[in-house]
């Protein structure tokens, strides 16, 4: 089966710029994660969806981080404006469900650096 | 709140030696437990998960709730085994895997 898809795979801004990333899960899995990963420490969930629908954005900046999963299958997660410390991989996977049985599949990731 | 502690960032060892990659977590219930593995260029992917006591590519991991560990272990390294590993934890009821730092094993021939 094709695995989580995500664009760009590169991308280098400014400070104060503003950037968006996609990904696209696998087909029929309802769970969509998005993960920030800095340099040197593992991935801290950002947003979780269940379809279309958000389950868990605590850890999300939502002053600045915005994410949508419309019709639940694609999503974006955008940044504006971007700060140097949001510099990191972002990593999108997706699951069947959630929970303890059900593994996440990782995309390849988007690395971000803000100038 | 659910923390995930790996106290090593890089482990090298010799082709056929013993590894160990140590995992201690910190949370008041009864957790589930899971490493990941990550290999060059490829992409992060589960290697096992406690719920299933599997070994898998030789690797096993047990959970110890009285020391909050739950170590990956293999008997005898292998030249692929080198990556970088991190173990996650999901509490019970709760749908958010959180990751430890992760440690970078590099297997010497």
């Known amino acids: 089966e094709a695995g989580v898809a995500q664009s760009p795979r590169y991308k280098i801004i400014e400070k104060r710029q503003s950037v968006a990333f996609w990904c696209n899960p696998i087909?029929?899995?309802?769970?969509l994660y998005w993960y920030q990963q800095i340099l040197g420490q593992g991935p801290k969930l950002l947003i979780q969806f269940q379809n279309n629908g958000v389950v868990d954005d605590s850890q999300l900046p939502k002053d600045r981080f915005s994410a949508e999963r419309l019709k639940g299958v694609d999503s974006t997660l955008k940044i504006q404006p971007a700060k140097l410390e949001d510099s990191a991989v972002y990593l999108c996977?997706?699951?069947?469900?959630?929970?303890?049985?059900?593994?996440?599949?990782f995309g390849p990731g988007t690395r971000l650096t803000v100038l | 709140a659910q923390r995930v502690t790996q106290p090593e960032k890089l482990l090298s060892v010799f082709k056929g030696a013993p590894v160990e990659l140590k995992c201690n977590y910190s949370y008041s219930g009864s957790p589930e437990l899971f490493w990941y593995v990550q290999y060059s260029r490829q992409r992060l992917q589960l290697l096992l998960r406690h719920i299933s006591r599997e070994s898998i590519k030789g690797f096993t991991a047990d959970l110890n709730k009285g020391e909050t560990s739950f170590h990956l272990k293999k008997p005898f390294a292998q030249e692929e085994d080198s990556a970088m590993y991190y173990c996650a934890l999901l509490a019970r009821g709760a749908q958010k895997l959180v990751f430890g730092q992760g440690t970078r094993l590099t297997i010497n021939p």
């Open positions: 087909s029929g899995h309802a769970t």
């Open positions: 996977a997706s699951s069947p469900t959630s929970g303890a049985y059900n593994e996440q599949f």
